[in-house]
């Protein structure tokens, strides 16, 4: 049976590469660009499902920002900002799409949250606050959706080569990251897109409520 995706920030990096990747298993594509849904916009999910009737089969929040600020210069709007786009519209999205999932009592969530969810580094206070809040919607939607046959995971990813990890890093501090790994580099965003292709799929029967960590080994000294 063919599937469909809706997916946000698949216009680069690891969202684009799990888009590509979802297309050679024949699952169909809602991939929204910023132009037609700004995720930083309160009502913008609202607006575009009352204006789009989405009903996916699965749906992945790849789309996220990070502007590394220390703790005294967050302003409640910056934080606010970040918590929009990377946790508040992700709920809003889930809100919309779980009810014709249950209906078919088949659905698959993905949440693409992040290493520094559990790890700490200086000046990721709203990107870390808003990644945890991702993954403990996570573990209560695989809860009160699991009835339905409906699977919900985060993904962490550690360093992926994407224009987020350059924009925030030097090239030195990149150097250090990928040596801090235990393969010794950072990762390529199709090799996220192979776990996430599995996460949706027919093949992930039991699998949920996790947040499954894909980072060469980072986390683990
Ligand atoms: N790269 C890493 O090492 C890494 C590690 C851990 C977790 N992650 C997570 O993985 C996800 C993807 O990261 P990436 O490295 O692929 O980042 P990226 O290359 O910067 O791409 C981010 C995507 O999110 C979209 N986006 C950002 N703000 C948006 C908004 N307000 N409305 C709509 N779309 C918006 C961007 O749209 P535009 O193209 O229009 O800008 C872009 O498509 C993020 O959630 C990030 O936190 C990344």
Known sequence: MSRSAFITGAA????????????????????????????SKPD????????NSIHPDILI????????KPIEDTSIEGLQQ?????????FRLMQATAPEMRRRKWGRIVMISSCYSFLARPGRVAY???KAALEAMTRTAALEFGPEGILVNSV?????????????N?????????AGTALGRLANPDEVAELVAFLVSDKNTY???????????????
Request: glycine share 8%; with cysteine; charged share 25%.
């Open 82 to 90: 970040t918590l929009q786009v990377n946790f508040l519209s992700a």
């Open 44 to 51: 913008s999910v609202d607006d575009f499902c009352r204006l």
């Open 207 to 221: 699998l949920t409520g996790q947040s499954l960590v894909i980072d060469g080994g980072f986390s683990i000294q």
């Open 170 to 178: 030097t090239l030195e501090r990149i150097q250090t990251l990928a």
């Open 156 to 168: 962490c990813p550690g360093f992926v080569d994407t224009e987020l990890t350059r924009k925030n």
């Open 128 to 130: 870390s606050a808003s």
């Open 61 to 68: 929040y790849a789309a996220g920002e990070n502007f590394p």
């Open 12 to 39: 680069r990096g690891i969202g684009k590469a799990i888009a590509e990747r979802l297309e050679k298993d024949g699952i169909r594509l809602i991939r929204p660009s910023r132009s037609e849904l700004d995720l």
